[in-house]
């Protein structure tokens, strides 16, 4: 019952109008096909296609017609900033693909080996977007990580904090952003959700910043994140911090930006987000 509340709390929350009543009945046959199993094709607002699966972790999108809506909408919005998306951490891809239709190209990075398989045939599902995706980490260095795979396309796999070395299960490849993302691929929106590794991404990223190639940032602050040091590494290359409030607004307040268990964005100083 509470499961059930909580699911059709969302479709409130993440709709509107007649898409509450629509993706409630969507939320219904969800759960139906949930006991079914299997997977089946989806089709996204933007016009993606992608291979679901009931019983993986991003089955929301079967009563939400935007995943992680203000973020998605307001990047949707700003996107006349760069010609390339890139996804640190994509998974199985959902959330480049609700932005298929705004982006020249989208170069995409998932470190774990089967969630990997799923990416690169939601890539292939929709031929008309130049998609590349990498089965590699990003980090502050070439090499090799631990990582901890938790199977079933988890959103949570990750490189181990310093309690959880014993739990890694599998070793991946890793990779920098500045080498990998060139000078040809012109200036980029770059969205990082890496479970708390985000300053050894930007470490691995000074070129980037430094030539201000990334026009708008997003990543997932953790209570693992070490703001304080984020902080510094981005304004050191002039970035400035922001949030979007509840109603989609740009919000510079400092209480806000603090709190744990959020989305922050940042551009250079050269773009002001009203």
């Given amino acids: 019952m509470r499961a059930a509340l909580s699911i059709f709390s969302t479709v409130w929350t993440e709709n509107q109008g007649l898409d509450r009543l629509s993706y409630a009945l969507n939320a219904v046959l969800w759960q139906i096909r949930k006991r079914i199993r299997g997977s089946f094709l989806k ?3 933007s016009g993606a296609t992608l291979k679901v699966y009931p019983n993986s972790v991003y089955s ?8 992680e809506r203000r973020e998605i909408l307001f990047i949707r919005k700003h996107a006349v900033l760069a ?3 890139v996804d640190v951490g994509a998974n199985v891809g959902l ?3 609700y932005l298929f239709d705004k982006f020249d190209r989208f170069i995409l990075f998932e470190p774990s080996p089967s969630t990997f398989r799923t990416l690169t045939e939601n890539c292939a599902l929709n031929p008309g977007t130049d998609c590349r ?9 070439p090499g090799m990580l631990d990582f901890i795979d938790l199977g079933g396309l988890s959103s949570t796999s990750r490189v181990p904090g310093r309690n ?10 890793v990779t920098t952003l500045d080498a990998e993302i060139h000078l040809e691929d012109g200036p980029i929106v770059l969205k990082v959700d890496v479970e708390g590794l985000e300053e050894r991404v ?3 990223a000074v070129r980037l910043f430094a030539d201000r190639q990334v026009r708008l940032l997003i990543f997932e602050r953790l209570e693992r994140t070490n703001l304080e040091r984020v902080e510094a590494l981005l304004y050191g290359f002039g970035y400035r911090l922001f949030v979007l409030t509840a109603d989609g607004r740009v919000s510079y307040e400092r209480a806000l930006i603090e709190k744990p268990e959020i989305n922050l964005f940042a551009v250079p100083p050269d773009i ?3």
């Fill in 83 to 85: 010609g390339t998306f």
């Fill in 95 to 97: 959330y480049s693909a």
């Fill in 60 to 67: 929301g999108i079967f009563y939400s017609k935007w995943f």
């Fill in 272 to 274: 002001l987000m009203q």
């Fill in 202 to 204: 930007f470490q691995g």
């Fill in 133 to 141: 995706p990498l089965n590699l980490a990003v980090a502050d260095a």
């Fill in 43 to 45: 089709t996204l607002p």
């Fill in 164 to 173: 959880e070395i014993d739990e890694a299960n599998a070793s991946v490849f």
